[in-house]
């Protein structure tokens, strides 16, 4: 339900929708990142809040061979201590009136790889940690497929 708000929101707002990047993908992602609290942002007493884009946030943009679907990566810092890094995963797509959020997902690992764009779904390898590792460096990997 809230994919479709958000896609409603974009649409009938492009300029929200974008104002960030002419690069509608990244418009889009960065949109639903900044207003949806399902991202776990929080303020100092933990409290749910908007995330904010920050120095400290990053996007990355993987395009399907037709431009018309983008896997975004964005980690970014989900509370005021900046000592956890969280990372998410965000399915843009193209519809008629611009661009649209398909699917997100949360926590998926950091250093994204042999992503691959099928006709139903992409898929990608994130590095995870086990149980063992240090938050420095995880040695467990793990693929995710996000279904268009």
Same mark, same amino acid.
């Given at each position: 339900?809230?994919?479709?708000? &958000? /896609? &409603? ?7 929200? =929708?974008? @104002? ?8 889009? =992602? %960065?949109?639903? $990142?900044?207003?949806?609290? =399902?991202?776990?942002?929080? *303020?100092? !007493? ?12 990053? $996007? %990355? ?5 037709? *431009? ?14 900046? +000592? @956890?890094? %969280?990372? @998410? ?7 008629? /009136? ?5 699917? %997100? ?15 139903? +779904? ?14 420095? !460096? ?11």
């Amino acid at each position: 339900m809230l994919r479709i708000v &958000l /896609t &409603l929101i974009a649409v009938s707002m492009p300029l929200a =929708a974008s @104002a960030a990047s002419k690069d509608g993908h990244l418009g889009i =992602a %960065q949109f639903m $990142f900044k207003g949806d609290k =399902a991202f776990g942002c929080v *303020n100092p !007493n933990g409290d749910p809040i908007d995330c904010k884009i920050t120095e400290d946030t990053t $996007f %990355q943009i993987f395009r399907s061979p037709d *431009n018309k679907h983008a896997l975004v990566f964005v980690t970014y810092l989900p509370d005021a201590t900046g +000592n @956890a890094v %969280q990372s @998410a995963a965000i399915l843009t797509e193209e519809v008629e /009136t611009g661009w649209g959020v398909k699917r %997100q997902l949360i926590s998926v690992g950091q250093d994204p790889s042999s992503i691959k764009f099928s006709t139903k +779904n992409v898929t990608f390898v994130s590095k995870i940690w086990k149980s063992s590792d240090s938050r420095i !460096n995880p040695t467990g990997r793990k693929t995710f497929s996000l279904a268009y």
